[in-house]
């Protein structure tokens, strides 16, 4: 089992009402998804300016909800109700990766760029799915 799991698994051995008042900053799968975020708004800064409404948005509120479902999920009673909000952030994380192959296609991403942030979104969607058969496993 890789570090960022064991790490995870160790957060998940709490009842859910310790993990009420845990820092989802402590979660190793919310650490990764913040650095995405801020990946996803750094390089968007150099999208076209009429795409600010259109993709610019959609890619920085996909990668956006990814951490803030896991961080709202993380305080939530009931490993059901973590889950829940883990599998929304799995579906923003594919959100995501479409947008970002979208704007790759566009030639608004250059190909390491691109091949950067797919990369780093799909170790989230893994580390989500560790996380999700963790808590399935124990509900």
Request: contains cysteine.
């Amino acid at each position: 089992m890789n570090e960022a799991v064991s790490y995870q698994l160790s957060a998940l051995s709490q009842t859910a009402s310790d993990r009420q008042m845990q820092d989802f900053r402590n979660l190793k799968v919310w650490q990764r998804s913040h650095v995405l975020t801020l990946e996803v708004y750094r390089l968007s800064k150099l999208f076209p300016r009429e795409e600010v409404y259109g993709l610019t948005s959609q890619m920085r509120r996909a990668a956006v909800s990814v951490g803030a479902n896991i961080a709202e999920g993380s305080c939530r009673n009931g490993d059901s109700d973590f889950a829940r909000f883990l599998q929304m952030a799995m579906g923003s994380a594919s959100e995501l990766e479409y947008h970002t192959l979208l704007a790759y296609d566009l030639e608004m991403l250059k190909q390491a760029d691109y091949e950067r942030l797919s990369t780093k979104a799909q170790e989230v969607k893994r580390m989500l799915a560790s996380l999700l058969r963790k808590l399935r496993a124990e509900g």
